[in-house]
């Protein structure tokens, strides 16, 4: 008894200094709980049809268009290396100035159709569009901001075209949101004062009208994603993230929310003061993933990463030469990574002024396309396989069907595929060309399966067929609770 109220004095002691942030697995017994205002509204994954079509949707394009892509990352004749939707911020260009680009405003290029073309060919089950970055400016006429596509030569409700364009080729849309808004002056980082509380409050009611204005009129919107959240302002709210997450599932029932919106009572941001998630699903993956080793604990949640093409650029940056682009095939892994350890992948897209895409995006937008086309049934729908992760690539799972991920082929010919106990391989076949493989059970639970001797070119699946020994326990079931 003692200990255990030392036990609470402790944790207590340290989430009021603040060194409980992030403990993400260190979920407390529950009756060592520190009861919460605004914590995790649920424990465990949501398991509800709107929360399984997000799942299973696993692969996703991310849009970041705005003003930013008129200068493309260059000011006043300099280049910034720094990501180029943060360019007012490199540059220290004041706001009214930054938002003068609205002149400038008129895509002739774009056709929302063509988008949606290219969203589908690529093999995307969903987009999630920045409505508005921390610039401030709107993608769609709002009635609160004087800084929207409204007030632009172009005029028209970008925002609008592409849910109607994306939805019309069954593509799920979903919403970006910054919170932090530059072009608000009633925006603070800290409220340090009564006028920086009022101001802030005034800001905090805003910003609920825009997010009642989005959800009012798109409302086939799936999901928000709100990013701009860190700052110690909204840390010290904890209770308006909490509302809109409440907020926004009132007025559209299954809408998904990401953990980036939400801090509870003691400002913790993602997971709870108790270790719970927050929203529905993790999102601090951001250009980065999980090692498939050691960071297995991030199965239990639902989760969803997201990554740039160039190492850190989201809005459309002039000159890609000065950092590393990845290749389709490293981006094509990082997919295949985040599925195997059930989470899914958004992939970055930052549009240019004229509303085209740059050459090098259409093109990997083609051929991870092409791939998924072959081999998207690996990825839609499936999670993580229980099984031990091997060199040669990826295991993903839907049910009793195993799918290899094949990325690197070994000299030997042969693919090691080792089994959790009770769990039976019964067959192997090439997903494409559908030839059945040579199996071989070597040890107890370890498996080679031969691959025909041609060379192959790009990363191939094969598919494994699996039983469950009846009176084994079943560690793969318990990953998926
Ligand atoms: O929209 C894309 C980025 O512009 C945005 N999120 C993706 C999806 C993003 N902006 N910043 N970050 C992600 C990382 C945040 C860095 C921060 Fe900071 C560290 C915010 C506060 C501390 C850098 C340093 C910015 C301000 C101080």
Same mark, same amino acid.
């Given at each position: 008894?003692?200990?255990?109220? &030392?036990?609470?004095?402790?944790?207590?002691?340290? =989430?009021?200094?603040?060194?409980?942030?992030?403990?993400?697995?260190?979920?407390?017994?529950?009756?060592?709980?520190?009861?919460?205002?605004?914590?995790? $509204?649920?424990? #465990?994954?949501?398991?509800?049809?709107?929360?399984?079509?997000?799942?299973?949707?696993?692969?996703?394009?991310?849009? *970041?268009?705005?003003?930013?892509?008129?200068?493309?990352?260059?000011?006043?004749?300099?280049?910034?290396?720094?990501?180029? !939707?943060?360019?007012?911020?490199?540059?220290?260009?004041?706001?009214?100035?930054? &938002?003068?680009?609205?002149?400038?405003?008129?895509?002739?290029?774009?056709?929302?159709?063509?988008?949606?073309?290219?969203?589908?060919?690529?093999?995307?089950?969903?987009?999630?569009?920045?409505?508005?970055?921390? !610039?401030?400016? =709107?993608?769609?006429?709002?009635?609160?901001?004087?800084?929207?596509?409204?007030?632009?030569?172009?005029?028209?409700?970008?925002?609008?075209?592409?849910?109607?364009?994306?939805?019309?080729?069954?593509?799920?849309? *979903?919403?970006?949101?910054?919170?932090?808004?530059?072009?608000?002056?009633?925006?603070?980082?800290?409220?340090?004062?009564? $006028?920086?509380?009022?101001?802030?409050?005034?800001?905090?009611? @805003?910003?609920?009208?825009?997010?009642? !204005?989005?959800?009012?009129?798109?409302?086939?919107?799936?999901?928000?994603? @709100?990013?701009?959240?860190?700052?110690?302002?909204?840390?010290?709210?904890?209770?308006?993230?909490?509302?809109?997450?409440?907020?926004?599932?009132?007025?559209?029932?299954?809408?998904?929310?990401?953990?980036?919106?939400?801090?509870? %009572?003691?400002?913790?941001?993602?997971?709870?003061?108790?270790?719970?998630?927050? #929203?529905?699903? $993790?999102?601090?993956?951001?250009?980065?993933?999980?090692?498939?080793?050691?960071?297995?604990?991030?199965?239990?949640?639902?989760?969803?990463? =997201?990554?740039?093409?160039? $190492?850190?650029?989201?809005?459309?940056?002039?000159?890609?030469?000065?950092?590393?682009?990845?290749?389709?095939?490293?981006?094509?892994?990082?997919?295949?990574?985040?599925?195997?350890?059930?989470?899914?992948?958004?992939?970055?897209?930052?549009?240019?002024?004229?509303?085209? @895409?740059?050459?090098?995006?259409?093109?990997?937008?083609?051929?991870?396309?092409?791939?998924?086309?072959?081999?998207?049934?690996?990825?839609?729908?499936?999670?993580?396989?229980?099984?031990?992760?091997?060199?040669?690539?990826?295991?993903?799972?839907?049910?009793?069907?195993?799918?290899?991920?094949?990325?690197?082929?070994?000299?030997?010919?042969?693919?090691?595929?080792?089994?959790?106990?009770?769990?039976?391989?019964?067959?192997?076949?090439?997903? %494409?060309?559908?030839?059945?493989?040579?199996?071989?059970?070597?040890?107890?639970?370890?498996?080679?399966?031969?691959?025909?001797?041609?060379?192959?070119? !790009?990363?191939?699946?094969?598919?494994?067929?699996?039983?469950?020994?009846?009176?084994?326990?079943?560690?793969?079931?318990?990953?998926?609770?």
């Amino acid at each position: 008894m003692k200990n255990k109220f &030392l036990s609470i004095f402790f944790f207590l002691t340290l =989430c009021a200094t603040g060194v409980v942030a992030q403990k993400q697995s260190q979920v407390l017994p529950a009756d060592l709980e520190i009861p919460l205002r605004y914590g995790a $509204e649920r424990l #465990g994954k949501r398991q509800d049809a709107a929360m399984r079509k997000f799942r299973d949707n696993r692969f996703g394009a991310f849009i *970041h268009w705005g003003l930013y892509a008129i200068p493309g990352g260059e000011w006043n004749g300099k280049i910034y290396s720094g990501a180029a !939707e943060w360019l007012k911020a490199w540059a220290k260009v004041p706001a009214d100035e930054w &938002l003068k680009l609205m002149d400038q405003w008129n895509p002739t290029k774009f056709n929302a159709k063509e988008w949606a073309k290219m969203a589908k060919k690529m093999g995307v089950k969903y987009v999630k569009i920045t409505t508005k970055h921390h !610039e401030g400016f =709107c993608l769609w006429p709002s009635k609160y901001s004087q800084y929207t596509v409204a007030q632009t030569p172009y005029k028209k409700d970008i925002l609008g075209e592409l849910v109607k364009a994306y939805n019309d080729e069954g593509i799920d849309v *979903h919403f970006y949101f910054s919170v932090m808004d530059w072009s608000n002056p009633d925006y603070r980082y800290d409220i340090r004062s009564e $006028e920086d509380s009022v101001a802030f409050n005034r800001f905090l009611t @805003f910003t609920d009208n825009q997010l009642k !204005e989005l959800a009012i009129r798109y409302p086939t919107v799936k999901d928000f994603w @709100f990013d701009g959240t860190w700052d110690t302002s909204i840390k010290k709210n904890g209770w308006w993230t909490a509302h809109v997450e409440r907020m926004l599932k009132e007025m559209l029932p299954g809408v998904t929310i990401n953990s980036r919106l939400r801090a509870d %009572d003691y400002g913790q941001r993602h997971f709870d003061s108790n270790g719970h998630l927050m #929203g529905d699903y $993790e999102s601090a993956y951001e250009r980065r993933l999980p090692d498939p080793v050691k960071d297995l604990k991030v199965t239990r949640w639902d989760w969803e990463a =997201c990554m740039t093409i160039p $190492e850190n650029q989201w809005g459309y940056h002039k000159d890609w030469s000065i950092s590393y682009v990845k290749t389709p095939l490293e981006v094509l892994e990082r997919i295949v990574h985040a599925v195997s350890m059930g989470g899914n992948m958004v992939v970055n897209f930052g549009p240019q002024a004229d509303g085209d @895409f740059r050459p090098e995006e259409k093109e990997l937008a083609e051929t991870v396309g092409s791939w998924m086309k072959k081999y998207g049934e690996s990825i839609y729908g499936c999670g993580y396989s229980g099984l031990p992760k091997q060199d040669w690539g990826y295991y993903t799972r839907k049910g009793d069907e195993i799918y290899m991920i094949v990325f690197n082929v070994p000299y030997s010919g042969k693919l090691v595929v080792r089994t959790t106990k009770g769990l039976q391989l019964l067959n192997a076949i090439m997903m %494409d060309g559908g030839r059945e493989l040579e199996v071989a059970e070597t040890t107890n639970n370890e498996y080679n399966v031969s691959l025909p001797s041609q060379k192959l070119g !790009e990363p191939f699946v094969v598919k494994l067929k699996v039983t469950e020994k009846a009176d084994k326990g079943n560690k793969y079931k318990d990953a998926l609770t």
